[in-house]
């Protein structure tokens, strides 16, 4: 009977001592789930085959970083679980049939149990090649044809994502040809570290375009949609053909989607009706920016435009740009001027002549008061101008177009170009020219290149059977190349030349001593460069200018004179930083010369010896800060000259660099 009391008694204080035994301790409360940690280090071990920089870019787990003080990255068990995934499927993609990855408890750091460590470990196996591929069904088509499009071949490690590229490009083959209902399945048959793919081929036939529907139209004709269609009713319907009229819709500018389905094929006449669906963009825009600029500070912008004019695709385009300055003369307080001014409008039909030929019909009107900058800001005489033009651009090919332009330009006062003979007074003067373009571009994003190219040739023709004050033929190329390298690095080379040649014979006054130059070019169409977009390091436009004196109060007077002759060159790495900013490292290198005969190999390699004069090659290097914006770079540069000018023939900078800031890439 005592005995079974001593037992109530101890099995009520058990069940009372229970939720505080059963309770942890501060200690204890540290837990995965409780307590968040985070990962100072993130090791992988046993890799060989791909180095860690590549596998840790596909992690969820980051390590904390120097370089990003401010990143404190969290440790959670999921993303560690999801990691080992992804880690193992990039291995089995590429190859690693075998690849197996496992991963430790989290090791907390000596000193700390709020930080961790982070290890994974891999066992790659053996990497299995490809032994062969096996076409079935290719009829009508060839083997060899269809094997001409696979990129895997014998021997290379068996790639699952090049795999899947192989099918669909099989794929896409057979459906330019018009075979839209083509099917195409693809196997692996896997013997010890050897594979073969069989691909299944079922083409079905040849597909003819049927009726063409357009739905979503509200403020287009049907016809703006239609007519820039690559494919037409009774046409083979190829793949590639509606790719690119997709495309050329899209470069309407007047839809904002564009989505193409096609029907049901016809079991006995082979037909398929296609249905396009499009979303009209906002016809009408006005936009007003501010910006800042080199020769105005401040810059003011606006633009009011309409893309369908009369229902047919017809652009209005109004703009105007305005600057302003501060001045600070000597002796004087500073003080506001306006700077810069121009007005323009255009009007664009899109298609004439029946064809897919742009036209178009434009005017302007200018007033420049400032031509250049330098230690202080040089103002020069106004240039007041106005003109129109009427351009005609057409697509060539896929990559190229060209353009014909007539442009008539009326100069009211400028009094540096076309130079009257002493004795004679300042007047206006018009020109008249006619220039022609090709262009072939294969960029894929010419805001920010990373890859392709850009060819551009120009020829322009004054004077002549076109009447006018200028005679000069000009000619000039650029070609620009974008290379990617490892370590997302993109290389960006360039290269341009331009000549220019006065012709015909003009009666010369007596006692006229301008050259023939300066008789029959006007200043604005002669060569120059320098500044943000080519030389770097000088101010812009100030390869051209010549020092003509300095008076005692080191007031600069000097004058633009430009050249026959260009040549420009550059070369430039960018790489990305960390979020939307990124680094360059950049060499320029030009030059205008004012006549041919002035060029020779020693001035153009000028990187050694004394100091460069006007007909020498001017190099430059310097570095930059790129911060990326949807319509392209934000860009901080600095320029260094790497040889300084001649006492006799000096620059318009006396500093050894210049710092540019501006919108967009150099090239």
Avoid at 574 to 590: E, K
Wanted: proline letters at 5%; charged letters at 25%.
């Amino acid at each position: 009977m005592r005995g079974a009391v001593y037992a109530r008694v101890l099995l009520a204080v058990l069940l009372l001592a229970c939720p505080f035994a059963g309770k942890p301790s501060s200690a204890q409360k540290i837990s995965e789930f409780e307590t968040p940690r985070q990962v100072r280090r993130v090791e992988i071990h046993g890799n060989e085959a791909f180095s860690d920089r590549k596998l840790r870019g596909f992690l969820r787990t980051r390590g904390s970083s120097w370089f990003k003080p401010w990143r404190h990255p969290p440790y959670r068990s999921d993303f560690v679980r999801f990691d080992r995934v992804t880690l193992q499927s990039y291995y089995r993609r590429h190859g690693f049939l075998a690849a197996r990855v496992d991963s430790a408890p989290a090791i907390p750091v000596p000193g700390t149990s709020a930080r961790v460590d982070v290890h994974f470990f891999l066992t790659e196996g053996s990497l299995t090649r490809l032994a062969g591929v096996r076409l079935e069904g290719t009829t009508p088509l060839s083997e060899a044809e269809v094997q001409r499009v696979l990129k895997l071949e014998p021997s290379d490690p068996l790639d699952i994502t090049m795999i899947e590229a192989d099918r669909q490009a099989i794929e896409d083959h057979y459906a330019d040809l018009g075979y839209a209902a083509v099917q195409v399945r693809d196997s692996l048959e896997v013997d010890s570290v050897r594979a073969l793919v069989v691909y299944r081929i079922v083409p079905g036939p040849i597909v003819r375009m049927g009726q063409v529907g357009v739905e979503g139209i509200k403020d287009t004709r049907r016809r703006v949609v239609t007519r820039e269609l690559t494919v037409h009713p009774g046409d083979i319907l190829s793949r590639k053909k509606l790719a690119e009229s997709q495309q050329r819709i899209y470069d309407t500018g007047l839809y904002g989607d564009v989505i193409f389905e096609r029907g049901d094929i016809d079991s006995t006449t082979h037909l398929a009706d296609l249905h396009l669906t499009v979303r009209e963009r906002k016809m009408a825009w006005v936009d007003v920016g501010l910006g800042y600029g080199t020769l105005d500070q401040l810059r003011l912008t606006s633009e009011w435009g309409h893309r369908n004019m009369g229902h047919e695709g017809i652009r209005f385009v109004a703009s105007g740009r305005l600057g302003f300055g501060v001045t600070t003369p000597d002796s004087a307080q500073p003080k506001t001027r306006l700077g810069n001014r121009r007005a323009d409008a255009a009007i664009s039909q899109p298609w004439i002549f029946g064809t897919r030929t742009q036209a178009t019909v434009g005017g302007y009107a200018e007033q420049i008061v400032q031509t250049q900058t330098g230690d202080r800001a040089l103002l020069l005489f106004p240039l007041r101008a106005y003109g129109a033009s009427l351009a005609l651009r057409r697509d060539l090919w896929r990559w190229t177009r060209g353009t014909l332009a007539f442009e008539h330009r009326h100069v009211i006062s400028d009094s540096t170009s076309l130079k009257p003979a002493p004795g004679e007074e300042e007047k206006s003067y018009s020109t008249r020219r006619v220039g022609l373009s090709i262009e072939r571009d294969t960029r894929i994003n010419p805001f920010d290149p990373k890859a392709g190219s850009d060819l551009i040739g120009n020829t322009v023709i004054a004077g002549g059977v076109l009447k006018g004050s200028a005679r000069f033929t000009k000619l000039s190329g650029a070609a620009t190349t974008y290379i990617p390298v490892p370590r997302r690095i993109t290389l960006a080379l360039r290269l341009q030349a331009g000549y220019i040649r006065p012709f015909g014979e003009r009666a010369v006054p007596a006692g006229d001593t301008l050259s023939e130059i300066e008789r029959n070019i006007p200043v604005d169409d002669r060569f120059v460069t320098g500044g943000a977009s080519s030389v770097r390091g000088y101010f812009e436009s100030e390869i051209g200018f010549r020092i003509l004196s300095v008076d005692s109060a080191g007031v600069v007077k000097g004058e633009i004179r430009g050249g026959e002759l260009l040549l420009l060159g550059s070369v430039e790495a960018r790489f990305p930083l960390f979020w939307v900013l990124g680094g360059a490292a950049f060499m320029d290198a030009g030059n205008v010369w004012e006549r041919p005969r002035d060029v020779s190999l020693k001035r153009v390699f000028t990187v050694t010896g004394g100091g460069v004069g006007y007909s020498d090659m001017r190099y430059s290097v310097g570095a930059g800060i790129r911060i990326a914006t949807p319509v392209g770079p934000v860009r901080f540069d600095y320029g260094w000259k790497l040889k300084r000018a001649r006492s006799d023939e000096r620059d318009l900078s006396s500093s050894r660099g210049t710092f540019h800031f501006s919108l967009g890439q150099a090239f």
